[in-house]
């Protein structure tokens, strides 16, 4: 556990406070953020998924999780429980009730939602657009629900790529 006692505190992220997840990078020694919505569920969906596949191939996992808190940065610590080997993970979403099987057509339509939203914000990220305003919100959720995973892939790749342009 000494790699996770060395690692510096996670930095602050940019632009107006948000739902943002970060990972540590030990191989760098950086912290980069990982999902960013600024609805909580979706970046603690994608926290859980990226910490099991960090954990399968045997890496070290540190995350720091940010979101606002009476209108400023907050960092929140990370919901975790454990597996059947002992090892904590994140808690992606909350369990359903019992009757899990007709909700699935719903999860799984607000998990595809959630991980557009979080490709689009990744693309504005890189494109270096940090301080979204409630306009900007809107039309970041109305290409969300109105383009198919695709297309929106696509819109973020074209947002990174003018962001490393300049």
Known sequence: MSAVE???ESPRPQGAPRW???FYRPATGS???AAQSPHR???LYALGEMTQTLRARGDEVSVALWGPKDGAWHRFDTPQRETATSQPILEPLPEPGP???PGQPAKLAER???RRHQVLMAGLTKAGVYDLSPEDDTTVQALVERLDEAAVRRV???LATAGGAR
């Open 31 to 33: 912290w980069r953020t």
């Open 99 to 101: 009757e899990r099987s």
């Open 20 to 22: 943002v997840a970060m």
């Open 41 to 43: 569920t979706p970046v």
């Open 156 to 158: 973020a790749h074209w």
């Open 6 to 8: 060395s690692r510096p």
């Open 112 to 114: 595809m939602t959630g």
